[in-house]
């Protein structure tokens, strides 16, 4: 009976060995890919959280809505933001503004001498946000203010 024997075993396990060797490899690279794929989101998001901090930044900046005439425009930036080189930027560009009507303690004011009339000024806001890799953010908001 030895010598009947031609190696099948050896075949069946060598093609059982090459399966398990692709199946391998298979995992490894879609490892690979959700890897990557999970940095790529992280940092997109970090980019759009730097966008927001820009965008919050405008909203509490003294320079950003401080024009009320046609053509006014501000900007400001900071780069390296946090531990990741996150960097944002934003733009302001005011819009144009309009008289309040139909407020009956602002249009009592007013009318009594109690003040210049108030008007709402209007104002496009633009905030980037960037990360060292290269994802990039934009959010892109308005402002409507209360004003003299």
Do not use: P
Not at 3 to 8: E, H, P, T, V
Not at 84 to 110: L, S
């Amino acid at each position: 009976m030895a010598g009947n024997q031609r190696g099948a075993v050896l075949v069946t396990a060598l093609v059982f060995l090459v399966i398990l060797t692709l199946l391998g490899i298979t995992s490894m690279s879609t490892n690979t890919l959700e890897e990557r794929m999970a940095g790529n989101f992280q940092d997109a998001n970090r980019a759009f959280q730097a966008a927001e901090s820009g965008l919050s930044a405008a909203f509490n900046s003294d320079v950003a809505f401080a024009g009320t005439t046609e053509g006014y425009y501000a900007e400001q930036e900071e780069l390296n933001l946090g531990d990741y080189g996150a960097d944002w930027r934003f733009e302001v560009n005011f819009r144009g503004g309009e008289d309040i009507v139909g407020f009956q303690d602002i249009g009592e004011a007013t009318a009594a001498g109690g003040g210049s009339r108030f008007r709402w000024y209007y104002s496009d806001i633009q905030s980037d946000g960037s990360t060292e890799i290269g994802a990039i953010a934009r959010i892109v908001a308005g402002a409507k203010v209360l004003g003299q």
